[in-house]
């Protein structure tokens, strides 16, 4: 039973550390963000003529695939804006890996 006690703990901690790897990187993220052109219309903490990061963040935050959504959405450069299709600049990267951590940054905040 100990042998039992002691892997469970010892995989919660593993799980809870890699949960943690998954924090953006910041300086990575901002600059994807500013190479495709997204902080002309979008910031940190105020809106501009697009929604604050902030104010994405919270719009999404708690949802299931709410990361997901939003790769899809900066991939294609489409939206719905209050149930209307919106052409949106796409990201001018096709890193996967560069996208998910711009994502993972713009709903950290």
Excluded at 25 to 39: I, V, Y
Excluded at 86 to 104: L, M, P, R, S, Y
């Amino acid at each position: 039973m100990r042998g039992i006690t002691v892997l469970a703990l010892a995989a919660a901690l593993g799980w809870s550390m890699g949960a943690s790897a998954q924090a953006p990187d910041e300086a990575a993220a901002q600059a994807t963000l500013k190479a495709s052109g997204c902080l002309r219309c979008h910031s940190v903490g105020a809106d501009k003529d697009g929604p604050s990061f902030k104010k994405t963040a919270a719009k999404y935050k708690g949802q299931p695939g709410a990361a997901a959504r939003l790769e899809g959405v900066l991939k294609s450069g489409t939206m719905k804006v209050d149930g209307k299709d919106v052409e949106h600049a796409a990201f001018k990267t096709k890193d996967d890996a560069a996208i998910k951590n711009a994502v993972a940054y713009i709903l950290s905040r």
